[in-house]
């Protein structure tokens, strides 16, 4: 992580174009780390309650967009008990619908969840960095719900900060003013 000095030195550096241009012969090879979806999938379950969750023995129905995730996805259910139905697994990168996981998207998902009597339905787009929920009722929440629904949680379990980027949506702000979070502030 970089600190504030480290920063400011990569932006002079950067502002200056005082930088190594190099072709791809002489890049580093790709190291290949078989633990890290392990390390992925402990650091998030030890983040949950793990054994409520399990107790619970959820059934989701799971939207993947034929994107990347599905194997992470299915072990990160799996380890929490929960039954999975997956939809659109096969990564083939033809992509089933519109990637993002908005309400509009994510009609498909309610349908299967309403036939299958999930317990909650998770769309997760094609590269696995946003996803939007559908609850039994069929409400579709976006990926907008998110960053709010779990800073919620944490701040249940343990008072403290929470970070967001600028790119982050408003509605964080939005409860937070509101009182729907509970915020601490050092």
């Known amino acids: ?17 005082a930088f190594l241009s190099a072709g791809w012969q002489s890049m580093r090879r790709i190291g290949n780390d ?22 619970a023995g959820f059934r989701v129905a799971l939207d993947l967009c034929n ?19 997956p939809l659109n697994e096969e990564p083939s990168g033809s992509f089933a619908h519109a990637p993002a996981p908005t309400e509009e998207n994510m009609r498909q998902l309610a349908a299967v969840m309403r036939s299958l009597d999930a317990d909650l339905g998770a769309a997760i787009n094609v590269d696995g960095d946003r996803i939007g929920f559908v609850l039994p009722s069929g409400q579709a929440l ?43 502030r050092r």
């Not at 078989?34 to 107790?55: K, Q, S, W």
């Not at 990347?68 to 039954?83: E, F, I, K, P, T």
């Open 1 to 17: 992580m970089l600190n504030a000095v480290k920063s400011e030195e990569l932006l002079d550096i950067y502002h200056a174009s």
């Open 34 to 55: 078989p633990d890290v979806v392990d390390r992925y999938l402990e650091h998030i379950t030890g983040a949950l309650d793990t054994e409520a969750i399990r107790a």
């Open 67 to 85: 994107g990347a995730c599905g194997v992470v996805a299915a072990r990160l259910l799996d380890r929490l008990g929960c039954r999975s139905y």
């Open 142 to 184: 976006s990926e907008e719900y998110t960053l709010p629904l779990a800073a919620q949680m944490r701040l249940l379990r343990r008072p403290g900060m929470v970070v967001t980027s600028l790119s982050t949506s408003r509605m964080i702000d939005k409860w937070r003013l509101s009182g729907a979070i509970p915020w601490s």
